[in-house]
């Protein structure tokens, strides 16, 4: 019943930009803390970036000043619009929705990023 569909992934040269985006339904979408996460081949899954319901905001420090996350609730949608991009930015990149007071946390299937020197 809940789904997080995500869009958006694919190769891009290093400089460039993506944007991503992560379609929910079966939720209450402005209920719900929304995050993205990445995974690279052998390293263990770490938070890039999430965003409150009042959209108060979080980021790794690694892509602190280059990426850029937002919601639409209107749309159940949320992005991660994604600059000057490195290589090492290559992962797979996970939607999260979370409702602590619910103890509710739910995860999309991911997109592979891929960035080339």
């Known amino acids: 019943q809940v789904q997080l569909v995500e869009s958006g992934g694919g190769l891009v040269q290093a400089g460039g930009s993506l944007r991503l985006s992560c379609a929910a339904s079966?939720?209450?979408?402005?209920?719900?803390?929304m995050g993205w996460y990445r995974q690279a081949p052998g390293k263990q899954r770490e938070l890039v970036a999430n965003?409150?319901?009042?959209?108060?905001?979080n980021y790794a420090d690694s892509v602190k000043g280059r990426f850029t996350i937002s919601r639409d609730n209107a749309k159940n949608t949320m992005y991660l619009q994604m600059n000057s991009l490195k290589p090492e930015d290559t992962a797979v990149y996970y939607c999260?929705?979370?409702?602590?007071?619910?103890?509710?946390?739910?995860w999309g299937q991911g997109t592979q990023v891929t960035v080339s020197s």
């Open positions: 999260n929705a979370a409702y602590f007071g619910l103890k509710n946390n739910y």
């Open positions: 079966g939720i209450t979408f402005s209920n719900y803390v």
């Open positions: 965003i409150g319901s009042f959209s108060n905001t």
